[in-house]
């Protein structure tokens, strides 16, 4: 399978997690499922640091954020699939 770039927690989640250095934009992810360790590919929309999240499906402003299969907060901005997500297009629905 190789080393994934990518790990998501949950099938039903829409962000992932980059575990890797030096991601940059274009690159073919391999990304791993932990629930159930199967496995995807995704390119990269952006250069992506590691620890932050990528979009699995295109996310508008408004849309509900899943991870570990639960509602981590809402999307205000846009993120096409692939692409980055965090503090400048993510909030948490808590404040």
Partial sequence: MGVPQLL?????????????????????MLGVITHDNSDFRLTAGADIPIGHKVALTDLKAGDTVIK???DIGRMVGDAAKGGHVHVHNMKTKRW
Wanted: net charge negative.
């Fill in 8 to 28: 998501v927690h949950d099938a039903r989640d829409n962000v992932g997690v980059v575990v890797v250095e030096g991601l940059t934009a274009g690159t073919e």
């Fill in 68 to 70: 570990y299969g639960e």
